[in-house]
């Protein structure tokens, strides 16, 4: 017979969001003077919008003292991974080392994020590595250090093995190196919302760690159902099984910088279940391959992209033609954001733009080292002023190489 522990955690993981849960999981672990039924109810508590600053502030430092005195118990089987050995040994590459950014939030392991950061910065400068990234809730609880050698690969094995994680939102990978394929097995992961694997700016590429090509990402996030922001850079050789999976209903933002199939943008077009995606962003890195304007077609006449409102098309070759097909489509009708950095449009397509009348829509147009004139550029202006970004255009010479496809700034 099940406990009542198990049933109030049971139902946690059917409905994370349930307050009257939580608290009643509070309540019963401080019935059971297990501490961690107090930590659960301060947080709780600061969720609260009716309490004053400092009210917020006398909780979080009983929070942070609650935390500092029990994480270790709390993050389980991940606890040496986290925060490193008790007894705080270090390994023989502690120079090399991943950090880890994790929080928890309602008492439970809510974000957890690893980087890679040389540890010749002053510490002032992760944070402003990290800044970019966006987690629930917001806030960082810790930072923990361990060596690559002696971690580079536990930390997939060991969330197979911790039920800690079964309220995770947020799992953020800058340094992966195989850790997605030991999570294909994890059977804790139903709750993720927020998957990170590598990073768009890419801060390992000092170290030259070589990555393991990621084969079978679909078999890891077709256990992701509730999943509903995917970004994948770098480090991820992508397949298009992911882009034809059924059970990405929940998503709203996919971020792929590592296209190298001129298929993907076909399939994803093609795929009902990306109907409530509202940010779309595709780049190919700088290798001499684009997104040809069969994909951008594509992905522009989709019956089921109609909730886009943010459209990142990077190193594309639709050229002044892309910008008719753009017009046509009507997709300008809904967007918000539209970049087209690095790529082959002209004044003519400028001028395409610039006449349709619901080019007014946008917030943002981002036509950056493409081959405007200062006639396109001028065109776009004074359409859209300060909205439009016309910065960095290319020359005939570098249109000649197609420098956008392999410099990353066109310069």
């Known amino acids: 017979m099940s406990s009542l ?14 307050l009257a849960t939580h608290n009643a999981y509070a309540d019963y672990l401080q019935e059971q003077g297990d501490p961690r039924g ?33 994480r270790r118990d709390w993050a389980g089987v991940l606890a040496d991974e986290l925060f490193g050995p008790i007894d705080g040994s270090r390994g023989p590459r502690a120079d090399r080392r991943p950090i880890y950014d994790i929080r928890f939030a309602r008492g439970w392991l809510d974000c957890l994020a690893r980087r890679q950061v040389n540890p010749s910065r002053e510490p002032r400068d992760y944070r402003r590595l990290i800044q970019g990234i966006r987690f629930p809730r917001g806030g960082y609880d810790c930072f923990a250090h361990q060596d690559v050698k002696d971690c580079s690969n536990d930390l997939g094995r060991l969330m197979c093995r911790a039920p800690e994680t079964r309220l995770l939102r947020t799992l953020i990978l800058e340094y992966n190196e195989g850790t997605t394929a030991d999570l294909i097995h994890s059977p804790y992961l139903g709750n993720l919302r927020v998957l990170q694997i590598g990073s768009r700016q890419n801060p390992l590429a000092e170290f030259d760690v070589d990555f393991e090509p990621e084969t079978e990402l679909d078999k890891l996030v077709v256990k992701l159902p509730r999943l509903e922001e995917l970004y994948l850079h770098q480090s991820v050789c992508l397949s298009d099984r992911l882009f034809t999976l059924e059970n990405l209903t929940n998503l709203r933002v996919l971020e792929a910088s590592q296209i190298n199939d001129r298929n993907y943008p076909i399939v994803l077009a093609s795929n009902p279940a990306f109907g409530r995606l509202t940010h779309l962003y595709l780049r190919v890195e700088p290798i001499s391959q684009c997104l040809d304007l069969s994909g951008v ?19 594309s070759d639709l050229g002044d033609v892309g910008c008719t097909e753009i017009v046509t489509s009507g997709i300008l009708k809904r967007l918000k954001v539209l970049d087209l950095r690095n790529g082959e449009i002209g004044d003519s397509g400028a001028r ?18 493409n081959a405007l004139s200062q006639t396109g550029m001028d065109d776009l202006s004074r359409i ?7 910065d960095n255009q290319q020359t005939a010479e570098q249109l000649e190489r197609q420098a956008y496809l392999r410099e990353p700034d066109c310069i």
């Open 38 to 70: 107090e930590f659960i109810a301060l947080q709780l508590a600061s969720e609260d919008p009716r309490r004053s600053e400092a009210d917020r502030r006398r909780l979080q430092e009983r929070i942070d003292e609650r935390l500092q005195a029990y």
């Open 384 to 390: 859209l002023g300060p909205a439009v970004r016309v």
């Open 297 to 315: 077609r594509a992905i522009l006449h989709s019956p089921h992209l109609r909730s886009l409102t943010h459209l990142h098309l990077q190193r």
């Open 5 to 18: 522990r198990d049933i109030l955690e049971a139902a946690l993981v059917e409905n994370p969001d349930d």
């Open 352 to 369: 395409t733009l610039a006449d349709c009348p619901d080019l007014r829509n946008l917030e943002l147009l981002d036509v950056g080292c």
